[in-house]
């Protein structure tokens, strides 16, 4: 697994991630090639860098170049933001005009307007795991976790026990139709195929 950093990035990210680390002039910290395709990740310390980079200009940069390279899109928020009792954020132990709302509604900015997925990481370590899972993940064919099965299909007002076998085998991992008929017809009840495991 190969991603490449930006040459600005911090060498301490470099460092942490080892041989997979590719540096590269790129205008953003990360690229990832998965096998659906390309994503670009920019890494904000929270809450110094992010403050920063809307100020300066560098963030709406960064977005644009992320957009216009790449489907997949991700900001990664690393740290965690203080406020004050009254919702002000600290930086570097000074209250700032910065309110909980304002930092939410940028990241609500980041997400909906610019169309760059948000995700928070704890620090260096952690960051390069997301980097990790987000590789990974893209290199997925296909991701069903939050799709439900369909339900059982019956020519019978009710499903027969049968059917509802060959739908509870459907429901193990790596079982198609087709191989929960097949065992389904070697195996004619649950109580067999425990049996035989």
Known sequence: ???????????????????????????????????????????????????ASVQDGRLARECA??????????????????????????????????????????????????????EFTENIPD????????HNYFDQPQHTSIRTRARIESDWPYPTYQERYIYWLQGLPSISIGRARMIASVYAILAEVVAAA
């Not at 960051?127 to 987000?134: R, Y």
């Open 127 to 134: 960051t390069v795991a997301a980097l990790v899972e987000l």
């Open 65 to 118: 170049a992320m957009r216009q390279d790449t489907e997949y899109r991700v900001l990664l928020c690393e740290g965690r933001c203080h406020y004050t009792e009254g919702g002000h954020l600290k930086v570097g132990g000074v209250d700032s005009r910065w309110t909980r709302t304002a930092i939410r509604n940028l990241l609500r900015s980041v997400r909906y307007v610019e169309g760059v997925d948000v």
């Open 1 to 51: 697994m190969n991603i490449i950093v930006s040459s600005n990035e911090m060498h301490r990210v470099k460092k942490a991630m080892g041989d997979m680390a590719i540096p590269a002039t790129i205008p953003y910290d990360f690229q990832i090639f998965g096998n659906r395709g390309l994503v670009a990740a920019e890494r904000k310390r929270m809450p110094q860098d992010l403050i």
